[in-house]
């Protein structure tokens, strides 16, 4: 189980989250600037918050009472950022490999399966600088996966996809969701997106999850039991 409850002071607002995961798919919703992004770089890692906890499965992550904060590399958390971050001077085989230490035959047999689920194995040897937008996401889901994280975090990952694109991903992740049973952590922006892929929903607005959530998001999420929003 994901547990968090941190406080981070950002420029214009102070971010206040407080909730806990099993293995769901959490979609976190709201406006652009809000603090959905420093929310994932906390999780990763990457942003130390100023009070509070992160734990995942019993271990601490980042304490400020305990003073624990564990580097992203040993957090076994993956992260792809909106950019998707590939190396553009590497191919896809390399970029995707980048993140694991030493190859096994099982890190091999992972290997052939994201760029079988993930329809890339044609792009091994081609340079992520010469991809499309859909293929790079493609190979950063890949990178992200192949590292075997214990948690997924996705920022707009599909968001400069064309709509048949996007459809095809959403189906691809929730299909990665299903295999890996792992909890995912996805922001966005477009509700359809928000319904075909979460089974929690979390709305943040100037940094504190809104309670209760705004009702355009209740309506549209009303056939999802009241219960997934986590507010
Ligand atoms: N490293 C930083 N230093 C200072 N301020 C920051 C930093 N990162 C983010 N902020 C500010 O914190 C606030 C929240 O930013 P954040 O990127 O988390 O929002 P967001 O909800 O992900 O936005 P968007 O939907 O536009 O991506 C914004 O006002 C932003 O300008």
Same mark, same amino acid.
Request: hydrophobic share 40%; glycine share 6%; charged share 25%.
């Given at each position: ?13 102070? /971010? ?128 992200? /996966? ?86």
């Amino acid at each position: 189980m994901l547990e968090i409850d941190i406080e981070k002071a950002l420029p214009d607002f102070r /971010l206040q989250v407080s909730f806990a995961l099993e293995t769901e798919f959490l979609i976190v919703l709201g406006p652009s600037g809000c603090g959905k992004t420093t929310l994932l770089r906390c999780v990763a890692g990457l942003v130390r918050p100023d009070v509070g906890r992160i734990a995942y499965n019993g271990r601490t992550f980042y304490s400020s009472t305990e003073k624990t904060f564990i580097a992203p590399r040993d957090r076994r958390v993956g992260y792809m950022s909106q950019e998707c971050a590939l190396f553009p001077h590497m191919s896809v085989k390399n970029n995707i490999w980048y993140g694991v230490a030493r190859p096994t035959s099982r890190s091999k047999e992972l290997y052939e399966q994201l760029m079988r689920l993930l329809k890339i194995e044609h792009l091994a040897q081609r340079y992520t600088g010469r991809l499309s937008g859909g293929e790079k996401q493609r190979v950063a889901l890949a990178r992200a /996966l192949m590292t075997e994280p214990q948690l997924l975090l996705l920022d707009e990952p599909f968001s400069s996809l064309d709509s048949e694109t996007r459809l095809e991903m959403q189906a691809q992740l929730k299909l990665m969701h299903s295999i890996w049973g792992i909890p995912f952590i996805v922001v966005t922006h477009d509700p359809y997106e928000a319904k075909v892929l979460g089974e929690k929903f979390m709305f943040i607005n100037k940094g504190c999850q809104t309670d209760p959530p705004p009702l355009w998001i209740r309506t549209y999420l009303a056939d999802n039991n009241e219960t997934c929003l986590l507010a």
